[in-house]
Nanobody, 126 residues
Framework: QVQLVESGGGLVQAGGSLTLSCAAS????????MGWFRQAPGKEREFVAA???????????TYRNSVKGRFTIVRDNAKNTVDLQMNNLKPEDTAIYYC????????????????WGRGTQVTVSS
């Protein structure tokens, strides 16, 4: 089991930027698939982005359509962290953001990873 702790949430104006960070501990991180999810008030939790080590120094990444071109997920295997860089934020990005991970990228992409952080609040004002 991996322990995940998010940080970096806060209040930002529309059009601004924010970077969320997730620190992982408890097992070998480099082969673990990691993802970010979010849940807005009154809505179901939704997938945002995922990343998995591919080969050499490259990683495979995937995003939900509404954040493509604005959000970037990156990992640092030496530091056991995965960041979500968010640019051009919109009020509809307001949510609690959760870090999650699993050995299976499919489980991450389908919202069923076995490890979850507690979440960090992101609020985007208009």
């Amino acid at each position: 089991q991996v322990q995940l702790v998010e940080s970096g949430g806060g209040l930002v104006q529309a059009g601004g930027s924010l970077t969320l960070s997730c620190a992982a501990s408890g097992r070998t991180f480099s082969t673990y698939a990691m993802g970010w999810f979010r849940q807005a008030p009154g809505k179901e939790r939704e997938f945002v982005a995922a990343i998995r080590w591919s080969s050499g120094s490259t990683s495979y990444t995937t995003y939900r359509n509404s954040v493509k071109g604005r959000f970037t997920i990156v990992r640092d295997n030496a530091k056991n962290t995965v960041d979500l860089q968010m640019n051009n934020l919109k009020p509809e990005d307001t949510a609690i953001y959760y870090c999650a991970g699993d050995d299976s990228l499919l489980l991450v992409q389908t919202g069923a990873p076995r490890s979850w952080g507690r979440g960090t609040q992101v609020t985007v004002s208009s």
